[in-house]
């Protein structure tokens, strides 16, 4: 029911209070001057009595309002004062709190969570370029409008009412399990402890509860201090042990060990559920191969050459020479062979080759020797259609032919990461450790061999 209060300006109209805070109230009204409704938040009297509080409230949200044309920014409409209560004036979205849904229905289905986790990353990257920090990322200040779509709420508020630490008695009290190890130690926020917070929020929207939750808030405080970043799949069974590398990045006591961005760990996320999609957690080497997905790679200088490159330039020299066998034969001249164009297309580039009709096909034996990055290329197709065993000999003989060529060709090193996956596929983990070790001291700032060798050693 509508509230009768002299603390909003004479504009807002029928103010029904639909929140409360450690840092104030907020209310539902109508803005009478253009007749639309308004969520408005009051700074707590507490706090508006220190004038150094009201000042730095004032301050940043100004700042954040900067935002509010971002993507997925809650949008500011004005910022004042009223009987010396600093407010704020911004859009009412209705879909309520990411918090009020994981209250009413516990852990969320993997696809939903990663669109929230999206859009949230693509607000707080936003504001992190323009030199904002959120410090305070949590469901609560997630809001979701009709569509169900998250918006972000509260840029900076939190060190406005001076709750950047744990010493402001009575004001951390419910967000302590999402502070990064050096905000819980009285450090300054940074971009990368936003980052460190969406990283809980996705754990918590994954599983339904919070990483280190702990009974009291100093026991959950210390726990994102001190505690190693528990297992994913521990916690729900139904998640895949895959996001655990992922998790450790993101929740990584280091903040120059995280991800350099929202939107990476997110990419990190949707890459790790791709890669166990329809696979199974076992590696019991008397099981048939898992079909699972080699590791997604980043950046421009992938683990693998295409392979598609090849197969067209082979394409091209057998077509040129069945034009010039055919035209040197005793056949007659309707009997040479035709040659046809295809195009083949493979990551967004484009390969016309000329190829001659298909000859009966024959099931030729793996090849012994040769060239060994073909070998690579051709035990990473194998990789692709999940026969790891397969792939293994034509690995084991281009680790043998690349071995010793260390940064003057990455292929050894993709080699032997490609190796050793294939043996942790099959269960052969022993095995897989030398590889995987050999592939990361080749390229040491590549995360995949990291992450497989960590599987291979628990295993």
């Known amino acids: 029911m509508p509230v009768e209060t002299d603390l909003l300006p004479p504009r807002y109209k029928g103010a029904k209070r639909i929140g409360r805070g450690a840092m104030g109230e907020i209310y539902r009204a109508t803005d009478t001057t253009l007749g639309r409704a308004v969520a408005i938040k009051l700074l707590a009297q507490r706090y508006a009595e220190d004038d150094a509080i009201r000042a730095r409230f004032t301050r940043e949200a100004l700042s954040a309002a900067r935002l509010s044309g971002a993507p997925n920014v809650v949008t500011i409409f004005d910022v004042g004062e009223w009987n010396d209560r600093p407010f704020i004036v911004m859009e009412y979205l209705g879909g309520g709190s990411l918090d009020e849904r994981l209250q009413r229905e516990g852990a969320q289905p993997p696809g939903r969570a990663l669109d929230w986790l999206g859009q949230t990353a693509r607000a707080l990257d936003a504001a992190h370029a323009e030199g904002v920090v959120h410090r305070d990322v949590k469901p609560a200040n997630l809001l979701l409008d009709r ?11 939190a060190s406005a009412a001076g709750m950047d630490s744990l010493t402001a008695t009575g004001t951390v009290l419910g967000t302590a399990g999402y502070l990064a190890p050096e905000q819980a130690q009285g450090g300054r926020a940074t971009a990368a402890s936003d980052r460190y ?10 599983t339904g509860s919070r990483p280190f939750q702990s009974e ?14 528990p297992s994913v799949c521990d916690r729900n069974p139904d998640l895949p042990c895959e996001l655990d590398p992922v998790f450790e990045r993101a929740l990584a006591k280091d903040p120059a060990d995280r991800f350099g961005s929202n939107a990476e760990f997110v990419a990190a996320l949707r890459a790790a559920l791709d890669e166990a999609a329809g696979s199974t957690r076992a590696f019991a080497p008397a099981a048939p191969p898992p079909r699972r997905r080699p590791p997604r790679r980043r950046g421009r200088s992938p683990w693998l050459v295409p392979l598609v490159a090849l197969l067209a330039l082979a394409a091209i020299v057998g077509g040129i020479l069945g034009a010039v066998l055919g035209g040197h034969s005793g056949s007659h001249p309707q009997a040479r062979t035709q040659t046809h ?29 040769g060239d060994p990055h073909r070998l690579n290329d051709q035990g990473y197709e194998a990789m692709q259609r999940g026969d790891y065993a397969a792939a293994i000999p034509l690995l084991q003989q281009a680790v043998q032919g690349l071995r010793g060529t260390g940064p003057a060709d990455p292929y050894e090193a993709y080699a032997n990461f490609n190796l050793g996956y294939s043996l942790l596929q099959l269960g052969r983990c022993s095995e897989a450790v030398p590889y995987l070790e050999r592939a990361k001291e080749l390229e040491p700032p590549r995360h995949e061999p990291k992450e497989a060798l960590k599987r291979a050693k628990k295993c």
């Open 147 to 157: 569509n169900g779509n998250v918006h972000v709420a509260d840029f900076g508020i």
């Open 197 to 206: 917070a969406l990283g809980v929020v996705g754990w918590e929207l994954l």
């Open 216 to 229: 009291t808030l100093t026991a959950e405080a210390a726990a994102h201090v001190n505690q190693p970043v």
């Open 341 to 369: 164009v295809r195009t083949v297309t493979r990551q967004g580039s484009t390969v016309q080759a000329t190829t001659a009709p298909a000859a009966p096909t024959t099931t030729a034996a793996a090849p012994t020797g």
